[in-house]
């Protein structure tokens, strides 16, 4: 879902850095407002954890793999707008030192992976937990959300490139919600073992505080 340099026009990626930039911008206001300084390490570790866990790629079928996002495993812990300034941080070290994702595309990067995964994710958990106000709801509202947070962005980053002019929408769209409907099922497992581990090891770890209010 890392789009490099050349696959997205000039009209295309200078709307995603717009758009982007404006929901970061607003995302460090928010930031800023309610994170408190203790939970600032607790940022960090998160970064260095999603970074890391980008990195491992779990296969699915027919020689496809994919990553953990961890969009919403991060919203869990950070709340939804300080993960979209810990997702925005984790893709710009991985487009300038990995080179994984391109430097004129990395507005898209950060509006598919940083901004539309982590609030519509969240979202999504948050609803669903709210309805469902068990143990298990909560669990069942992570792994949705997780599934939902990484077929919206890529649908996001389908969109994108049908209006750059790679491939017609009704190629490109079907094709990368298809596969990342599996890969989000991946993603839903992850996060939820990680959620209930975290969850279990430490009560209260997964944030319930006035952060997380959107």
């Not at 998160?46 to 961890?70: C, E, K």
């Not at 898209?108 to 298990?136: C, D, H, K």
């Amino acid at each position: 879902m890392h789009i490099p340099d050349g696959f997205l026009d000039a009209k295309t990626w200078g709307a995603c850095w717009v758009l982007g930039g404006a929901a970061l911008t607003y995302g460090v206001l928010k930031t800023k407002e309610t994170l408190q300084e203790h939970q600032i390490p607790l940022m960090g570790a998160v970064a260095a954890f999603i970074f890391a866990a980008q990195m491992v790629n779990f296969p699915i079928a027919r020689g496809t793999s994919g990553h953990l996002l961890g969009a919403v495993l991060a919203a869990t812990v950070l709340g939804p707008w300080a993960t979209c300034v810990t997702m925005a941080i984790v893709i710009a070290l991985q487009a300038f030192v990995f080179l994984d994702g391109g430097i004129t595309t990395l507005g898209a990067n950060i509006l598919n992976m940083g901004v539309i995964a982590p609030l519509t994710g969240y979202w999504t958990y948050q609803a669903i937990s709210r309805l469902w106000t068990t143990r298990l709801g909560d669990l069942a509202a992570t792994f949705i959300g997780s599934w939902v947070s990484v077929i919206l962005a890529a649908a996001a980053c389908a969109i994108e490139l049908a209006l750059s002019g790679m491939s017609p929408l009704g190629a490109v769209f079907p094709a990368m919600v298809k596969w990342h409907t599996l890969i989000g099922i991946g993603e839903g497992a992850i996060t939820t073992i990680v959620v209930a581990c975290l969850s279990q090891a430490r009560q209260g770890l997964a944030c319930k505080t006035n952060i997380c209010e959107v």
